[in-house]
Structure formats: structure tokens, C-alpha cells
């Protein structure tokens, strides 16, 4: 089991900057990557950004260059962050921490709301 509590998230304007974390514990010897993915009203949940265990990271072509995605280990705890800068409307969304472990999967916080006003 992993236990996933997220937190950040909230209301800026345009051009604006927040940052988003994320604490796994439990089995987090399983864990091989991590990622943030968003919804907004009315369309599906995609991908944000990920971390792979190596530090292999991926975004999303809409957030590439303006979101950096990074993660630490703290004693039995890993730590994912990601640092939201030039913030558009666009990017208002539900905000989701995904934590894959080999053998029971995937493993989503509770989500955050990011809201942007133009």
C-alpha cells in the first residue's frame, strides 16, 4: 500500500507561479515513477508531467518549458514537486499525483484545484 497526500495548488492570475507537492509513503521501494496529470470541466484527464525512478522525466507539450517536475527520498518518504511558472487560464484544472509501484499499480491523491484568471 501507498499512502498519497497532495498539496499546493490555489488561486493566481495570469503569468503567475505556484507550485504543487506530493508525499508517498508506505511501500515506496515499488515505486518506479510518478507524474501529475489534470483535468479540467467537461474534458479527460491527461498527462502533465512524470519522473521515472531514474530521474527521466517527460511533459506535456503544452506545459514544456514553463513546469518543472522533480522528486526526492526522505527517509521513507518520497517527495514529488512541480514549480507551475507563467501560469495560463489554460492551465486551470483539477490537479491529480499519480504514484506507479510495480505489482499493484497505480496509486492517485486526492487532487488539487489550480485556478488561473485572466
Known amino acids: 500500500q501507498v499512502q498519497v497526500v497532495e498539496s499546493g495548488g490555489g488561486l493566481v492570475q495570469a503569468g503567475g507561479s505556484l507550485r504543487l507537492s506530493c508525499a508517498a509513503s508506505?511501500?515506496?521501494?515499488?515505486?518506479?515513477?510518478m507524474g501529475w496529470y489534470r483535468q479540467a470541466p467537461g474534458k479527460q484527464r491527461e498527462l502533465v508531467a512524470e519522473i521515472t525512478s531514474s530521474g527521466s522525466t517527460n511533459y506535456a507539450g503544452s506545459v514544456k518549458g514553463r513546469f518543472t517536475i522533480s522528486r526526492d527520498n526522505v527517509k521513507n518518504t518520497v517527495f514529488l514537486q512541480m514549480q507551475m511558472d507563467s501560469l495560463k487560464p489554460e492551465d486551470t484544472a483539477v490537479y491529480y499525483c499519480?504514484?506507479?509501484?510495480?505489482?499493484?499499480?497505480?496509486?492517485w491523491g486526492q487532487g488539487t484545484q489550480v485556478t488561473v484568471s485572466s
Open positions: 499519480a504514484v506507479d509501484c510495480s505489482g499493484p499499480g497505480r496509486y
Open positions: 508506505g511501500m515506496i521501494s515499488s515505486i518506479y515513477a
